[in-house]
T-cell receptor
Framework: DAGVTQSPTHLIKTRGQQVTLRCSPK?????VSWYQQALGQGPQFIFQ???????QRGNFPDRFSGHQFPNYSSELNVNALLLGDSALYLC?????????????FGSGTRLTVV | LAKTTQPVSMDSYEGQEVNITCSHN???????ITWYQQFPSQGPRFIIQ???TKVTNEVASLFIPADRKSSTLSLPRVSLSDTAVYYC?????????FGQGTILTVHP
């Protein structure tokens, strides 16, 4: 049973560049959420996608955008990268939209902006 | 959104029971209390979830008093592999709000 798969595992980008991170949800899940985790901090909610639409959004600027595909996989795009965007980006999948339970997290993509 | 407060760190020894308490004074009626465990460079892993009273599964117990303003995660007989960060969350309609968590260190 495949869990949540994220790619790439590590990435180094230059300030001002753009990056795309990818997530395949756990088998049977149809909802994907993205989180940013800075070193030594808890994960912070970016947004959630369900039925190919952004359903909820945290306090992140418009430089952060996403997409969900018909197969439920998702992408996180970050434009005009800043040094402060360096973090572990986590994808979590769940079932049937906003809920209070059943989240499975991937191991994340470590993004370093230099 | 309800905020949670939990100790920054705790130390224990192998074989002991560990209790981590979390306060969530502004919890709403529809909120559930959820605990996650996270190892370095991995995503959080679900441990247990509850709404009120006591919940037990194969790895932990969760105690929630009647006023629901706090909760206690109990880990029986911890081992070295339980060294991790433990997060208490109040889950509100899909937006999980993580605090800084409790760093639990288990010593031999």
């Amino acid at each position: 049973d495949a869990g949540v798969t994220q790619s790439p595992t590590h990435l180094i980008k230059t300030r001002g560049q753009q990056v795309t991170l990818r997530c395949s949800p756990k088998s049977g899940h149809d909802t994907v959420s993205w989180y940013q985790q800075a070193l030594g901090q808890g994960p912070q909610f970016i947004f959630q996608y369900y039925e190919e639409e952004e359903r909820q959004r945290g306090n992140f600027p418009d430089r952060f955008s996403g997409h969900q595909f018909p197969n439920y996989s998702s992408e996180l795009n970050v434009n005009a990268l800043l040094l402060g965007d360096s973090a572990l980006y986590l994808c979590a999948s769940s079932l049937r939209g906003p809920s209070n339970y059943g989240y499975t997290f991937g191991s994340g993509t470590r993004l370093t902006v230099v | 959104l309800a905020k949670t407060t939990q100790p920054v760190s705790m130390d224990s020894y192998e074989g002991q029971e560990v209790n981590i308490t979390c306060s969530h004074n502004n919890i709403a009626t529809n909120d559930y209390i959820t605990w996650y465990q996270q190892f370095p460079s991995q995503g959080p892993r679900f441990i247990i979830q509850g709404y009120k009273t006591k919940v037990t599964n194969e790895v932990a117990s969760l105690f929630i008093p009647a006023d629901r303003k706090s909760s206690t995660l109990s880990l029986p007989r911890v081992s070295l592999s339980d060294t991790a960060v433990y997060y208490c969350l109040v889950a509100s309609y899909g937006k999980l709000t993580f605090g800084q968590g409790t760093i639990l260190t288990v010593h031999p």
